[in-house]
């Protein structure tokens, strides 16, 4: 779980939480390191760390803490998951467990207000004196100040810049809500963009689109589903002209894509750049046109893809370990 927006809500609501962290991992266990749940005084929990009994210890340890500690406190724990709980997979964990208290909030606003503007940036991590780790998200050029390390989620967000506010495009930022991905969703109209949005998608209303591929970062996802086909096909043109955008999908039928091939070829684009459009986009054969079932096929492709750039990054298994409380 990485929800800030949540753990910031729920800290205001109930005044003490506490965040459940695999801090570390050797050897096999039920999920990454990196993968956090939040626990509250009475036990409900959101996000998961792999159940059994490893969750179960580690719920009444977040409690133990909770009532402890009303100041706030921090601590790590590690686990045989064989001897200790009984559980077959049969490697090490290492929990940090941080009961925040009400006076935490004050860095976990800035925090959520800086994530807002975009998701996509880094977070630091440092100790306090008791234990808790304060968060900061900081500019990705900016060196990490001493005493501090890069916080390195269980999975990384993936960039995406979504173009299209109509009802497939609303329906994939819902799909999208709960998972890895850090969203620039845009569109011309900007009375389009729903009030409330998902904590990992950003809304920006722009007469020029077309611009914001130039400003993508490097290995952003690129997918077009505007209302026009003119833009779709000028969005694809300047997404397919960056080598570095390893996913440029346009929604749409077989039809469109040899239709937007051609003229891609008469604007010059060369045969291997037209050859990295996808279109249709999206797992086919679902059954349904429904915006909602639309979605999930394109989500599911998204996932894939990114999946496939993980295991291909370099390093792709290394976690920058938090400093020990």
Same mark, same amino acid.
């Given at each position: 779980?990485a929800d800030?927006?949540?753990?910031? @809500? ?44 490893l ?8 409690q ?18 064989? *001897? ?25 606003e ?9 998701? +996509? ?5 440092? *100790? ?14 900016? *060196? ?24 497939v ?41 077309v611009?914001?591929?130039?400003? @993508? ?36 039928? @077989? ?16 045969a ?6 996808i ?16 979605? +999930? ?14 295991l291909?990054? *370099?390093?792709?298994?290394v ?7």
């Amino acid at each position: 779980m990485a929800d800030w927006a949540r753990i910031a @809500a729920t800290l205001a609501e109930d005044g003490q939480l506490a965040l459940v962290t695999i801090d570390a991992v050797r050897g096999s266990s039920p999920r990454e390191a990196g993968t956090r749940m939040m626990v509250r005084a009475d036990g409900r929990i959101a996000g998961t760390i792999g159940g059994g009994t490893l969750e179960w210890q580690a719920i009444a340890l977040a409690q133990q803490a909770m009532a402890r500690h009303p100041e706030g406190h921090g601590q790590t724990r590690g686990f045989a998951l064989g *001897p200790d709980m009984g559980q077959c997979c049969g490697g090490h964990v290492t929990l940090r467990i941080e009961a925040l208290a009400r006076a935490d909030l004050a860095w976990l606003e800035k925090l959520v207000a800086a994530l807002r503007q975009d998701p +996509a940036r880094p977070v630091t991590a440092r *100790p306090d004196p008791r234990g808790i780790l304060l968060r900061e998200a900081r500019d990705a050029a900016l *060196p990490v100040p001493d005493g501090a390390v890069l916080e390195t989620p269980a999975e990384r967000p993936q960039p995406l810049l979504l173009f299209g506010a109509g009802h497939v495009g609303r329906a994939l930022i819902l799909a999208l809500a709960p998972l890895p991905f850090a969203i620039r969703w845009i569109d011309t109209r900007r009375e389009l963009f729903p009030g409330h949005r998902p904590a990992n998608a950003v809304a920006v209303a722009t007469a020029d689109p077309v611009a914001e591929i130039a400003a @993508a970062p490097r290995g952003a996802f690129i997918l077009a589903m505007t209302h026009s086909h003119a833009l779709d096909l000028d969005l694809m043109a300047a997404a397919l002209a960056r080598p570095d955008l390893p996913y440029c999908g346009v929604i749409g039928s @077989a039809t469109k894509r040899a239709r937007f091939a051609s003229q891609l070829t008469r604007q010059g684009l060369p045969a291997p750049a037209i050859e990295r459009m996808i279109c249709p986009v999206g797992v086919k054969d679902l059954g349904s046109k429904h915006p909602a079932v639309i979605a +999930a096929g394109i989500t599911v492709e998204l996932l894939r893809h990114k999946a496939t750039l993980a295991l291909a990054r *370099p390093g792709a298994t290394v976690r920058a370990q938090a400093a020990r409380g």
